[in-house]
């Protein structure tokens, strides 16, 4: 077979997913004569994930006949990041970025200073649940594989799990002033996921989720029937029409402007704009949600503490985040997608989760696997 012909062959078998296939063509084509740069990278960028000493291996081999090529200065650091050598992963994938039009989001930013990594310019911040600024590593990798970065954030995702606590984090955020540019272009520039769900099966398994939710709650908690539950990060408002619909006094509140004014036309759910602790309806609540909330905030305990002093006796905390050490991201490791900068900024497993709750006067009443994510735990918590 020619390698031009063969070349075809891999990219194809990729495109339909027969990655086994795909692999036996490109190993064939990097043992040919002479391989390019190019397809040495491309090798390395199909080969890396299932086997990464043999993806560092082949990029390797690209460098060396083209020291400055994007996609195999890619490679290298992904293969790199994969094997846990994070520290070295870390500036391939800036050296891989600076040389990208195609990694580099940074092309999309409106100036110069504005496509500045965030992390040349914004001190290292300490753990938010013990102030410990040192950590280790445990996972880099460019962003822009899983979530864009429309040139407002630095494309290089870093987490570094503290010390002291365990916690995992993001060890240079962008400053809250710079989320809000981020969240506005993630909205406004990828409809598909943030529109609301389409009319029909979509929007119903949604409706569907939200009311099992709630009576998997009343199952445990029974006494809560029918109080005031306020829901943070309501989004569409789906769960708080189911709740309303099982007889909750629900109200909620959420970021985007256009995700109010959807629930509350369509739904005629009370869905209010604002965040926690600043815009919370005065009162205090039987139950309060936090779906896929929590680890998108810089200061996750004082939200925890804010919202436990707005519990009732008796009242129930009801939150769910991605979790570390589910069996799902156990499974994923590394591809996990819920590595995602800035979206997410700590990341919690089964024990740092327990801690954070307890710091804010709340126990774990009970913990199972949440529908909202893949990989994310559904925890029930009540005022100590
Ligand atoms: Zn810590």
């Given at each position: 077979m020619l390698s031009s012909e063969r070349l075809i062959q891999a990219r194809a078998a990729r495109g339909r997913g027969a990655l086994g296939e795909s692999i036996d063509h490109y190993l064939a084509l990097v043992r040919g004569d002479r391989p390019t740069p190019a397809v040495l990278a491309e090798a390395a960028e199909v080969i890396g994930p299932l086997r990464p000493s043999v993806g560092e291996l082949l990029a390797r081999k690209a460098l060396e006949q083209q020291p400055l090529l994007p996609e195999a200065l890619h490679a290298m650091a992904d293969s790199v990041a994969r094997q846990g050598r994070y520290a070295e992963a870390v500036p391939l994938f800036r050296q891989a970025v600076a040389q990208s039009g195609r990694l580099s989001e940074l092309k999309d930013a409106g100036t110069p200073q504005e496509a500045q990594p965030w992390r040349t310019r914004y001190p290292t911040v300490a753990c938010p649940a013990c102030g410990t600024v040192e950590g280790t590593l445990v996972h880099a990798g460019n962003a822009s594989r899983v979530q864009r970065c429309y040139g407002v954030v630095d494309p290089v995702k870093l987490w570094l799990r503290c010390d002291d606590c365990g916690l995992v984090r993001v060890p240079d955020p962008p400053p809250e002033d710079r989320l809000p540019a981020w969240y506005e272009a993630a909205y406004s520039r990828s409809p598909d996921t943030h529109n609301p769900p389409a009319m029909g099966p979509a929007l119903y398994r949604e409706l569907m989720q939200g009311e099992a939710q709630v009576r998997r709650l009343l199952e445990r908690f029974p006494h809560v029937r029918g109080g005031r539950l306020l829901e943070v990060g309501a989004a569409f408002g789906l769960f708080l029409a189911a709740a309303g619909y099982q007889g909750f006094d629900a109200v909620g509140l959420e970021l985007a402007t256009a995700a109010v004014q959807w629930g509350t036309a369509r739904l005629g759910v009370d869905l209010r704009q604002g965040s926690c602790p600043g815009d919370v309806p005065a009162g205090d609540y039987d139950v309060i949600v936090l779906f896929e909330v929590i680890?998108?905030?810089?200061?996750p305990d004082a939200v925890l503490a804010d919202l436990a002093r707005r519990l009732r006796p008796g009242g129930v905390l009801l939150l769910s985040t991605p979790c570390l050490d589910h069996p799902y991201h156990v499974a994923a490791g590394y591809d996990d997608p819920m590595w995602s900068v800035p979206g997410h900024l700590v990341y919690y497993d089964r024990a740092t989760l327990r801690a954070a709750l307890g710091r804010a006067g709340l126990r774990e009443a009970d913990r199972w696997f949440s529908d909202r994510h893949l990989g994310s735990v559904m925890v029930a918590a009540t005022p100590v």
């Open positions: 680890e998108h905030f810089l200061n």
